[in-house]
């Protein structure tokens, strides 16, 4: 952990941030692309570039606004340069883990000077689940990175006798870009973490401070434009991205992944291990990095769906406390080399365990299609089909669309239905009910079926078995006129 003070002094001061980079890219591209999180949001990013739109997103070519769009675009960015591969898939979470260790790194030299910074920061980059949070294709390390830059800054803005409009400002382009990474937490989260120790220490001045007309302004510029522009476009947008997927989601208990109200109190020590060992030790230095290590657990722990990266904007805080909890402590060169290899074997070990990607059946759809030729999918969601095998027209999906209509609930089919209320037509050409298959078996070209060997249609013809599904041909039926 320690460098030696001949080298040292001939680094520049921030080197633990370009070594941070390096941590997080050395293993971020030599596994395959997991299911279904980094096939679905991956496979967006890739429509959007593919077809040019980088302003709605979309899945199977209907809008999709589930999330926002600042992971695609940064995503797309990626693949511009690095193509389709994995690696560029998961541009936007090492972008958040950098973003968070830029964030702690600023907190703990304002703290404890550069030292301090580069412990901390050291601390961190071991931690798995921010190792692992960082190199997994979803929204959550991303708005975790801009919310812990916005405390961050808006704590700098507020740390002197003067406040400073500089750090203000970047306070609230933070929060802008994390609510254009996953939504109103962006600026939820800071104002929760921020707000009440001013208001306890009846610092008025300064709370009048925050809302001021260029930061606002700043936060305008960024975050508006797309909402703005999506309302515009598709009437229902608001109601459907504020109230459903945000408030509906926070206060009902009708979405997936119900977990007990002490989940994160469990996953937080548990994912950190380690460095956690000295949790109790940590947890009695108090203060501010307490306060917001409590109010980020709080917020995601009252309502019943939770996810394990939701905990990420509790990172900075903890490795902090942490850092300061192993100083001078006996075996802390001894842990925290263990828990960089823990980090390193996770990745591999997280590859061989989890489900398959599509890219075998991806490369047999591809050396097989034709113009004219129909790509149908059925039993589990291919959201990573497109990508793999480079589809330049939407696949049909097909299921018993009113049946999932009556039954509600959150799974991946719902998704497809709501994104259909958006582009009916684009829904139409997508959501093909059994009746719609009789039709279009009679018509001209070829019909090419992806599903799970249990999920074949009778009277398929297997041209190609892959990991986890397979490819089929469905021939013309004889009654067809």
């Known amino acids: 952990m320690r460098i030696p003070d001949t080298w040292r002094h001939r680094l520049p001061p921030a080197w633990p941030l370009l070594a941070l980079a390096l941590w997080l890219l050395a293993l971020a591209g030599l596994r395959p692309v997991a299911l279904p999180d980094e096939g679905r949001y991956g496979g967006v990013a890739w429509e959007m570039l593919d077809s040019g739109s980088w302003l709605t997103p979309t899945l199977f070519g209907m809008p999709y606004f589930h999330k926002p769009p600042l992971m695609y675009w940064v995503d797309m960015l990626a693949m511009q340069w690095l193509g389709p591969t994995p690696l560029a898939l998961r541009a936007a979470p090492l972008l958040g883990g950098w973003l968070l260790g830029l964030a702690l790194w600023i907190e703990a030299r304002a703290q404890g000077g550069v030292d301090a910074a580069r412990r901390a920061l050291a601390w961190l980059a071991v931690l798995p689940l921010f190792y692992l949070g960082a190199q997994y294709a979803n929204h959550d390390m991303l708005v975790a990175g801009w919310i812990s830059l916005a405390v961050v800054c808006a704590r700098q803005a507020l740390r002197g006798e003067r406040p400073h409009l500089g750090w203000l400002c970047a306070a609230w382009a933070s929060m802008a870009l ?91 020590p548990l994912a950190t291990l380690p460095a956690s060992l000295r949790a109790v030790r940590a947890l009695r230095q108090g203060g501010f990095a307490l306060w ?28 902090l406390l942490l850092a300061r ?9 001894l842990v925290w080399a263990a828990s960089a290899l823990l980090c390193a074997l996770a990745v591999p070990a997280i590859a061989h365990w989890g489900a398959p990607d599509h890219a075998d059946l991806g490369a047999a759809l591809r050396a097989r299609l034709a113009p004219g030729d129909t790509v149908l999918l059925t039993g589990e969601p291919f959201f990573d089909l497109r990508l793999q095998a480079g589809l330049s027209h939407p696949p049909a999906v097909l299921a018993d669309w009113d ?23 684009a829904g139409e050409r997508v959501l093909w009910t059994p009746e719609r298959l009789g039709r279009e078996r009679c018509a001209s070209g070829r019909i090419w079926l992806v599903a799970p060997p249990a999920d074949a249609l009778p009277g398929a013809q297997a041209v190609f078995s892959g990991r986890r599904a397979s490819l089929y041909r469905l021939p013309r039926p004889d009654n067809c006129p």
């Open 292 to 319: 917001w290590i409590v109010a980020i657990v709080a917020f995601f722990s009252l309502p019943r769906s939770k996810l394990v990266g939701y905990v990420l904007p509790a990172l900075l805080p903890w490795a």
């Open 403 to 425: 049946a999932v209509r009556r039954q509600g609930g959150d799974n991946w089919q719902r998704e497809l239905l709501d994104a259909a209320r958006f582009d009916p037509a």
């Open 178 to 268: 994390a609510l254009l990474s996953k939504g109103l937490i962006g600026v939820v989260l800071p104002g929760l973490v921020v707000l009440p120790g001013l208001v306890l220490q009846r610092r008025w001045r300064a709370l009048g401070f925050l809302p001021h007309p260029l930061g606002l302004a700043v936060f305008a510029v960024i975050a508006l434009p797309w909402m703005l522009a999506m309302q515009q476009r598709y009437p229902g947008f608001f109601d459907y991205f504020i109230i459903e997927q945000h408030f509906h989601r926070y206060t009902e208990a009708r979405f997936n992944n119900a977990q007990p109200l002490w989940f994160f109190l469990v996953v937080l």
């Open 325 to 333: 909890a192993w100083v001078g402590q006996r075996g802390e060169r």
